[in-house]
């Protein structure tokens, strides 16, 4: 399941650094305004302690975490959706993606100037919002033009037509196409249109290390406000520290971390919220051969997560050995669990959870 998300912001807020980091990338970054149009993509895993628990259990000859795709955007200015800087090329880059992550500078540095001058980080999440907004609009005027220039109006073009009008209402009074009412219908018939409006979006406050400390920086509780209202998830990360912790060993991360009151790097956390905005769980197998993270969507049954592994299995399917990661971190052994009757055999139907162990019975 190749999921994506998006890197999105103003420039030199440290959309670069934050994709490196999660990549393990080393794409260059600058402390200017370049201008610069490239995009990249890259794989990142999303870290998961179980994962390592496991693999410290069975010492296996290959670990594989759960991934997401990340793309690294070149910096939005004013008039993006108009084609001005990266334009039409940023927004093409980013229209198929799951999920958005805005990247908003809150730290003050005079040696990395501000695209607009001072730091301001409402009217920044301002104005990417509107340049999406824009960008949605342009793309819904023009597919309206389309249909009503064709030669022949099909009933599945009246059906795109009456829901493309209502999200044309909302995004002219600059509300997001999430907020449209469209019936079922009606979003089944825009299904193949991307709204930037309508991705899921995590919001990233990038603080310096003294606002890491305190716990605040300008204009915190109106973004705060801001996000909460709009049920954003809010992340606030130090990209300086970010750096600082990737360059040092265990012992010394775990020093500097509890010297900066932090139980894990803030890129770990973020690798798991977008993973978790998307609505995905990991399912886990282990053994000597590999311990691996399964990506699935939430909700997915037994015999639906074993194709994920092969469809020979879903077709197979007898019986799932079930067993949750807190009951075997517990333990420390799974000869144990089994022991304390803690392994459950579960049916087709059984609804996934997210870190069960899952060893899947079949026959084919």
Sequence with gaps: MALSCGIVGLPMVGKTTFFNLLTRSRKET?????????????????PDRRLDFLAEL????????????????PGLV??????????????????????????????????VLHVDGTVDPMRDIETVNMELLFADLGLVETRIER????????????????AIEKCRAVLEEEKPVYQAELTEEERSGLRHIAFFTEKPMLLVINVDEKQLATGDYPQREQVRAYAG???????????????????????DREVFMANLGITEPGIQRLARAVYRRLGLISFLTAGE??????????????????????????RGFIRA???????????????????????????????????????????V
């Design 58 to 73: 069975y010492h296996p000859r290959k670990y594989t975490p759960a991934t997401l795709e990340v793309i690294d955007v």
């Design 30 to 46: 600058s402390s200017f305004f370049t201008g610069k149009t490239a995009t990249t993509t890259e794989t990142a895993p999303v």
């Design 147 to 162: 249909i009503k220039g064709g030669k022949k109006i099909t009933k599945e073009n009246q059906l795109e037509l009456a």
């Design 229 to 251: 209202e709009r049920n954003i998830p809010l992340l606030e990360i130090c990209a300086q520290v970010e750096v600082e912790l990737d360059e040092l060993g265990p012992e």
């Design 78 to 111: 004013r008039g993006s959706s108009q084609g001005q800087g990266a334009g039409n090329q940023f927004l093409a880059a980013v229209r198929e993606v799951d999920a958005l992550v805005h990247m908003v500078r809150a730290f003050d540095n005079p040696e």
């Design 289 to 314: 051969d590999e311990v691996r993270a399964w990506t699935i969507r939430e909700g997915l049954t037994a015999r639906q997560a074993a194709g994920k592994i092969h469809s020979d299995i879903e």
């Design 321 to 363: 050995e079930v067993v949750r990661f807190n009951d075997l971190e517990e333990h420390g052994a799974m000869a144990k669990v089994k022991e304390k009757g803690l392994m459950r055999l579960e049916g087709k139907d059984y609804i996934v959870q997210d870190g069960d162990i899952i060893n899947f019975r079949f026959n």
